[in-house]
Each structure stands twice: as structure tokens, then as C-alpha cells.
């Protein structure tokens, strides 16, 4: 399984913006997907999730309401658009793909996008 993240770029605070998780190999297993994100000088940290069919989410806590996590598995592509950003969300975005639900282990990563903010 491959994932190659897209999207990122310099937004003003309060703006939006949507990046992109494209999957490719072994497309027909039912994979989990989720985005973790790394800001300069911190650890790596989940932001959200999504099942297989799309019909389940979860968001890390302080996230929810801004951020939103889709999927479009004809296009085999998870979207995470985000609204009302702050120079906090600046960081480099990961995609990952895994097996189970809820819980899932993220064995495959993209290369990271990166979102910058500015105040």
C-alpha cells in the first residue's frame, strides 16, 4: 500500500483548507485511515479517523468542529478539510492505513504534507 498526501500550503489564520490522502495497491482491502500531525518541535499527533465504509469518525479532542475527515473509496482517497485555522495547526500532515476498527494499527504512511499558518 502506498499513500501520497497533497494539498498542503501557507494559509491565513481563520482560513481553510483541504489536503488530500491518495491510496493505491491492494485498493480492494478494507482499510481504516486516519491523519496524525507533527508541528515543529513536537511529538507526532493523531488528529482524526475514519472506518472503511466512512460511516464511522473520531476526532482527536481539541479538533473537533473544525476539522472534518471523509473518504471517497471509488477514488480511493481520504480528505481532511480544515476550517478556522490557527497558527498552532501548523504542522506536517500524515495519512495512514490500517486494518481494524476502532482500534486500528497504522502499518502503512504517506510522506507528510505540510500546512503552515500564519498569525
Known amino acids: 500500500v502506498q499513500l501520497q498526501a497533497s494539498g498542503g500550503g501557507l494559509v491565513q489564520a481563520g482560513g481553510s483548507l483541504r489536503i488530500s490522502c491518495a491510496r493505491s495497491?491492494?485498493?480492494?482491502?478494507?482499510?481504516?485511515m486516519a491523519w496524525f500531525r507533527q508541528g515543529p518541535g513536537k511529538e507526532r499527533e493523531f488528529v482524526a479517523a475514519?472506518?472503511?465504509?466512512?460511516?464511522?469518525?473520531y476526532y482527536a479532542d481539541s479538533l473537533k468542529g473544525r476539522f472534518t475527515i471523509s473518504r471517497d473509496n471509488a477514488k480511493h482517497t481520504m480528505y481532511l478539510q480544515m476550517n478556522s485555522l490557527k497558527p498552532e495547526d501548523t504542522a506536517v500532515y500524515y495519512c495512514?492505513?490500517?486494518?481494524?476498527?476502532?482500534?486500528?494499527?497504522?502499518?502503512?504512511w504517506g510522506q507528510g504534507t505540510l500546512v503552515t499558518v500564519s498569525s
Open positions: 495497491g491492494r485498493t480492494g482491502t478494507t482499510y481504516a
Open positions: 495512514a492505513a490500517g486494518v481494524g476498527w476502532p482500534i486500528a494499527q497504522y502499518d502503512y
Open positions: 475514519i472506518s472503511w465504509t466512512g460511516g464511522g469518525t
